[in-house]
T-cell receptor
Framework: DAKTTQPTSMDCAEGRAANLPCNHS???????VYWYRQIHSQGPQYIIH???NNETNEMASLIITEDRKSSTLILPHATLRDTAVYYC???????????FGKGTRLSVIA | SAVISQKPSRDICQRGTSLTIQCQVD?????MFWYRQQPGQSLTLIAT?????????ESGFVIDKFPISRPNLTFSTLTVSNMSPEDSSIYLC????????FGSGTRLTVV
């Protein structure tokens, strides 16, 4: 079973920051937080991951709380092309399968 | 990250028939994973395929219905057997080494 809780859906105005929360209160010390998104039933796309420090890449920023029980994915300037389902996944590193929850459907509105 | 070619991209099949989905990876990988995504739902893991051994199936999925082959380290197939309309879904393969990547998916409609 998925170990994360996310809101079912969110809206964001184009050009504004999209902040997607995720609760993972049972996360273990060796589990990472991963974020993926799926655009219109394409294969899921990797966004970012982190263990305990905040992370940033060209797509997004990941803010993990100090107790690691929750995190927030930030898309700094959302565009219409960011409309997708966003999945927060916790897992250990290594070659194990991803377990998907229901995710958050983000709609970016012009 | 690995690049996966998955085919067919879509198919419409008659009930009672079978469809084989292929995934080709551009590098050698130890494990490949197969997922199903039913309409409006999230992805569900069907099985893990290791080269040289039987695939490991998740609860609710059986080999007779979803036989998997893994003849080498770059290729795998998933067959959906004796199809019914309930099998209408998107099927995706994935690899985890070097960063998770997914195939583009096979959209299956059973009529």
């Amino acid at each position: 079973d998925a170990k994360t809780t996310q809101p079912t859906s969110m809206d964001c105005a184009e050009g504004r920051a999209a902040n997607l929360p995720c609760n993972h209160s049972t996360i273990s010390g060796n589990e990472y937080v991963y974020w993926y998104r799926q655009i219109h039933s394409q294969g899921p796309q990797y966004i970012i991951h982190g263990l305990k420090n905040n992370e940033t890449n060209e797509m997004a920023s990941l803010i993990i709380t100090e107790d690691r029980k929750s995190s927030t994915l930030i898309l700094p300037h959302a565009t219409l092309r960011d409309t997708a389902v966003y999945y927060c996944i916790v897992r250990v590193s290594g070659n194990t399968p991803l377990v998907f929850g229901k995710g958050t459907r983000l709609s970016v509105i012009a | 990250s690995a690049v996966i070619s998955q085919k067919p991209s879509r198919d419409i099949c008659q009930r009672g028939t079978s469809l084989t989905i292929q995934c080709q990876v551009d590098s050698q990988v130890t494990m490949m994973f197969w997922y199903r995504q039913q309409p409006g739902q999230s992805l569900t893991l069907i099985a893990t395929a290791n080269q040289g051994s039987e695939a490991t199936y998740e609860s609710g999925f059986v080999i007779d219905k979803f036989p998997i082959s893994r003849p080498n380290l770059t290729f795998s197939t998933l067959t959906v057997s004796n199809m019914s309309p309930e099998d209408s879904s998107i099927y995706l393969c994935s690899v985890g080494e070097g960063g998770y990547t997914f195939g583009s998916g096979t959209r299956l409609t059973v009529v």
